[in-house]
């Protein structure tokens, strides 16, 4: 779990170069249309990449119709790329460069899940015990979830007659 955790927040890193890369290109996307490629792991080099950019039709406007719709495209992309991962953008609360973000963040984010399967399945037994109980209430219904979750019937198993008379009053 620790590559992981090491992993997401070297992330940011890498969303920075690709944030900068889209907003030099949504500016001038002609380097796209003459074939550059940026990310060489992701591009798949096929008859499609050969047709868009190898055999590359020569007719000047429509070049520059490609252009233009790509910087709109970029331009938009950019603009969700912002959004989406300002955490992790410099000045994000989960970027390590951030002033005022804690410098040990990778040591405390080790015992973060790297999954949500405890909420999901949180979520799938009050599923179905509205399917099971559709009278209870959502109260009722969160105490039972509560109680299997918190194993409250080993806890009181576990303890002596008078003191669980006494919780129980």
Known sequence: MEENVE????????????????????????????????????????????????DND?????????????????????IIIERQLSDCLPSGIFNENTKGVHKDLRVESRTVSTTNIVSERDFANLDRLRREKPNANTIALEGINLFSNNKTLKWLDSMSVEKKRGYLK
Do not use: C, R
């Open 7 to 54: 992993h997401i927040l070297d992330l940011n890193d890498d969303w920075l170069v690709f944030k900068n890369t889209i907003e030099l290109l949504s500016k001038d996307a002609s380097e796209l249309i003459e074939g550059n490629i940026f990310y060489q792991e992701f591009t798949k080099k096929d008859e499609v990449f050969n047709s868009l950019f190898i």
């Open 58 to 78: 020569p007719d000047e406007e429509l070049n520059l119709l490609t252009i233009e719709a790509l910087h709109i495209i970029l331009i938009n992309v950019l």
